[in-house]
């Protein structure tokens, strides 16, 4: 029986091990749409130009296509650390127990009325008319759009609070001056998160839960980040906080105490000079940073104006509590790239890599030719690892010298880029290792560099 059992397990594991090589595809350079171009070295920012590194090297890299003035497409390595990224968000946004759905990026004008926003915005808000003359926004938030919609159905119960419903989505912004790519757009990818509590203790209780979920977001991208207090600005609100990359090129101004940790936007103080930490009284520090997210806790500003209750204990309808939370998906992937990058080549965290590894392989007709036979059994044995599975690209353009490919590679931002060069063709071949963030090179044998790699 025992014998059987065994059997059994080792003819499972073999089917599984054929399915995967069946499904197993290989992505090869040489099929990538990734139209490279060159971006004029006096156009990089310097004090109020209009192209910013992570800007440059995305389009010079083929990640990124400006198609009009404050608009761009992500062509295939951008779309895929779009969604990793997106994915990433998804997991966390489960933990904390929301749903995801997905609004019209259209909204009613006359909502935005009832709330006041229609005329407090300003000319950043995009609205559009229909052919019968209604008005419309191109939403940059949804707080109208999702509170009218639980308006507008059966009440809700309390027993469905805490209700939390989130969306993945194109955002709309009328700048008056776009720039710096993807840090200052008119159409950008956000997460934007709403919740539903019963009374304020419970919607504080959420709004710090979901600060939890904000901290594990920026902490697994791995880039430094600073949670600060914020201006609840047009959106309105009991208070906020925002989240920061540090950088030069940032456009918030950041008080921050490198003794306590705490921190706020500059926005919210009026005198910034001789400003001490209202904490611990040590001397605060300016900085400049990238927002990257913000949070706000709502009260009643939205739900009441619209209408939206639930029923509480005693059957009477009570008007629910909220709060609101964004993350720029886009905007992060820029930010990233502008605080890991070198001026020449893009530096991606390891998490939002568009492929992790990048093989490659000898020129044709070269000396080093024979050690192409390693290249597909490399590719097909580090795909079979969890931890890289879809993340291997192959740079077959052998007519193409070893040299000139692995630069690409690295300008990429490829974290790791294994190349079978003259070491790969030796009795015993071995294989060299680039790993382009800690611009580190390192010599394994095939086992040794199987080992290396499949817990990364």
Same mark, same amino acid.
């Given at each position: ?80 650390? /779009? ?6 968000? $998804? ?30 915005? !300003? ?9 019968? @003359? ?28 805490? /209700? ?9 912004? $009328? ?16 997460? $934007? ?39 609840? !600005? ?19 101004? /950041? ?15 009026? =005198?910034? =000079? ?63 790239? @502008? ?25 044709? !007709? ?23 599975? =879809? ?59 199987? $080992? ?5």
């Amino acid at each position: 029986m025992k014998m059987y059992k065994k059997s059994n397990t080792l003819k499972h594991t073999r089917c599984l091990h054929y399915l995967l090589r069946q499904f197993y595809h290989q992505y090869r350079v040489s099929q990538l749409y990734q139209p490279l171009s060159v971006v004029p070295k006096e156009a990089l920012v310097k004090k109020d130009a209009a192209i910013s590194l992570s800007q440059k090297l995305m389009m010079e890299c083929g990640i990124l296509r400006p198609r009009g003035n404050g608009m761009f497409a992500f062509l295939p390595l951008g779309l895929r650390a /779009l969604e990793k990224l997106s994915a990433v968000i $998804d997991e966390e946004m489960k933990r904390v127990g929301a749903q995801k759905i997905l609004l019209p990026s259209l909204t009613s004008g006359l909502l935005w009325k009832k709330t006041g926003r229609w005329e407090s915005t !300003g000319e950043e808000l995009m609205k559009v008319k229909d052919r019968h @003359e209604r008005d419309y926004v191109l939403s940059a938030t949804h707080e109208e759009a999702i509170v009218d919609m639980l308006a507008d159905t059966s009440l809700l119960s309390h027993r469905q609070l805490s /209700l939390r419903l989130y969306q993945i989505s194109s955002k709309f912004r $009328d700048e008056a001056n776009p720039r710096f790519g993807l840090l200052r757009c008119k159409e950008f990818l956000m997460k $934007d998160l709403y919740t539903f509590d019963k009374d304020e203790t419970s919607a504080t209780d959420t709004y710090n839960q979901i600060c939890t979920a904000y901290d594990t977001i920026f902490q697994r991208i791995g880039i430094p980040f600073v949670k600060v207090s914020g201006d609840c !600005g047009n959106i309105g609100g009991n208070f906020s906080h925002e989240y920061h990359f540090p950088a030069p090129i940032g456009q918030d101004t /950041l008080l921050l105490c490198e003794n306590c940790g705490t921190g706020s936007n500059a926005e919210l103080v009026e =005198d910034l =000079d001789n400003k001490s930490c209202n904490i611990c009284g040590s001397k605060l520090q300016l900085q400049k940073g990238i927002e990257v997210g913000h949070t706000f806790l709502l009260g009643i500003k939205y739900s009441e104006p619209l209408q939206c209750y639930y029923q509480n204990e005693k059957g009477k309808p009570t008007v629910v509590q909220m709060g609101c939370y964004g993350i720029g998906i886009s905007r992060v992937l820029a930010a990233a790239i @502008e605080v890991l990058s070198t001026e020449k080549n893009i530096r991606w965290p390891w998490l939002l890599a568009p492929f992790k590894v990048c093989i490659v392989g000898p020129k044709k !007709g070269s000396k080093e030719e024979k050690a192409a036979t390693w290249v597909n059994f490399l590719a097909r044995s580090l795909n079979n690892f969890p931890s890289l599975r =879809d993340d291997i690209i192959v740079d077959d353009r052998d007519n193409l010298t070893i040299g000139k490919r692995v630069m690409e590679a690295k300008k990429t931002g490829f974290p790791i880029i294994v190349v079978l060069g003259k070491y790969a063709c030796e009795p015993i071949p071995q294989f060299e290792v680039i790993e382009t963030a800690r611009e580190e090179v390192h010599y394994f044998t095939q086992y040794q560099l199987l $080992d290396y790699l499949k817990n990364r």
